[in-house]
């Protein structure tokens, strides 16, 4: 009888350690990061950044999004958070009048959006903050560096994601305007989608340097314009090319070291991830956040690949 009554008794210590596991797990905040390729190799330090922010306060963070760039299938994932009720997003509206139907329906519920990574400076009123690169500043800064290294006379070519990406229309902006008042003799020829996809990134570069002989600098507004530049250039033996990429991912410093590639200009994801969960966290417990938050830019060359984090 007294094993009968001990078994019992555990039982229900199982139960009830149980029921309270299950109830903090009920209690336990959601947040939902909607990635624009939710395996793009450099955009996963922000979802450690704000994995590791969420558990440092106690929040499920999941990070979600197209295998492929898909402005719909990211819609449709915010879509999926806002029916599950959510407590925050955390998203990149690549095309604001895309995102922005999706971002009422999340006002309208209450349910707070922090833009990381990009932003849409239209609709300001419809997230509670933004954290990334200073989009302006990046294109001036971008101008500077080629000129400089170009001897301010260059035929660039330009890569982008798509050619209505806003961030990156916001950074070809403010480089063409920077240019166009300090460099007459430098000037973008040809502007080029790639869809950020590394096969199509090396056929486009491949074409434009073939159809486009005279282009001496290529700017790159997205990852894998860099690595597909180094290839061609490899495989064809092309020199001459002053190319300016964009972030640190690993085929890009190795193009550097191997001097293909020029130089990169860094974002720093971690900080825009591991943020946007602070940011999150502040506002849901009634505090204020900034409206913008310029993350910051490093260019990093052969002079300074080994010290510059």
Not at 112 to 128: H, K, S
Not at 166 to 191: C, H, R, S, W
Not at 216 to 230: D, K, R
Not at 264 to 288: A, C, I, P, W
């Amino acid at each position: 009888m007294k094993l009968i009554k001990t078994g019992a008794l555990a039982l229900a210590i199982a139960a009830a350690l149980t029921g309270a596991e299950t109830a903090q797990a009920e209690d336990k905040k959601r947040i939902v990061f909607v990635s624009g390729i939710v395996g793009l190799p450099v955009l996963q330090p922000a979802r450690i950044g704000a994995q590791e922010r969420g558990a440092e306060l106690g929040y499920d963070v999941s990070w979600v999004g197209p295998t492929e760039f898909s402005e719909a299938e990211m819609v449709n994932q915010m879509e999926i958070a806002l029916a599950e009720k959510v407590d925050a997003v955390i998203t990149s509206p690549t095309n604001p009048s895309v995102f922005r139907p999706i971002y009422q329906k999340f006002q309208e519920a209450g349910i707070p959006i922090v833009n990381a990574i990009l932003d849409a400076p239209d609709d300001e009123d419809l997230r509670i903050a933004y954290i990334g690169t200073d989009q302006q500043q990046y294109g001036i800064n971008a101008a500077h560096h080629l000129a400089k290294q170009t001897g301010e006379k260059a035929s660039i070519a330009v890569f982008m994601t798509t050619l209505d990406m806003g961030n990156q229309v916001a950074q070809l902006a403010a480089f063409e305007e920077t240019i166009a008042a300090n460099y007459p003799d430098m000037e973008v020829v040809v502007k080029e989608p790639n869809n950020s996809d590394a096969i199509m990134a090396a056929e486009k570069a491949g074409t434009v340097f073939l159809t486009y002989p005279e282009v001496n600098a290529v700017f790159c507004l997205e990852v894998a314009c860099g690595p597909a530049a180094a290839q061609v250039m490899r495989e064809t033996g092309k020199t001459g090319v002053t190319v300016l990429a964009i972030d640190d991912v690993d085929d890009t410093l190795g193009a550097i070291r191997e001097g293909l590639v020029w130089g990169t200009m860094t974002q720093d994801f971690y900080r825009m991830g591991y943020e946007s969960v602070g940011f999150v966290h502040d506002y849901l417990n009634g505090k204020d956040v900034p409206s913008i938050t310029d993350s910051g830019t490093v260019l990093v060359t052969a002079e300074n690949i080994d010290s510059y984090k």
